[in-house]
């Protein structure tokens, strides 16, 4: 089991800067992927940033330029920077984890989630 649990969110003016943080505890040994996704009311849960388990990233056409998804291991956390946020890049952001593994079936996966964090970008 992990737990993850995000902080960093809060009210900014467009073109600030937000750091977001995702601690992750339990059984982070698994963990084999994490990322970050965010959702807008009325609209689905979209991939924002990624980085696996090698340190390779992926970004959103959206965010690409201005958010940066790093990680520090010894700390069991991911963070997101947020730079010239815009209106539009408000919405409550999510991290996520990411296991796999054998099974009876054959390989399995599974998702973890944190409760959320609100990101407001007033114009």
């Known amino acids: 089991q992990v737990q993850l649990v995000e902080s960093g969110g809060g009210v900014v003016q467009a073109g600030g800067s937000l750091n977001l943080s995702c601690a992750a505890s339990g059984d982070t040994f698994s963990i084999k992927t994490m990322g970050w996704y965010r959702q807008a009311p009325g609209k689905h849960r979209e991939l924002v940033a990624g980085i696996n388990s090698d340190g390779l990233t992926n970004y959103a056409d959206s965010v690409k330029g201005r958010f940066t998804i790093s990680r520090d291991k010894a700390k069991n956390t991911v963070y997101l920077q947020m730079n010239s946020l815009k209106p539009e890049d408000t919405a409550a952001y999510y991290c996520?984890?990411?296991?796999?593994?054998?099974?009876?079936?054959?390989?399995?996966?599974?998702?973890?989630w944190g409760q959320g964090t609100q990101v407001t970008v007033s114009s």
């Open positions: 996520n984890a990411r296991e796999y593994g054998w099974s009876a079936y054959g390989f399995s996966e599974h998702d973890y």
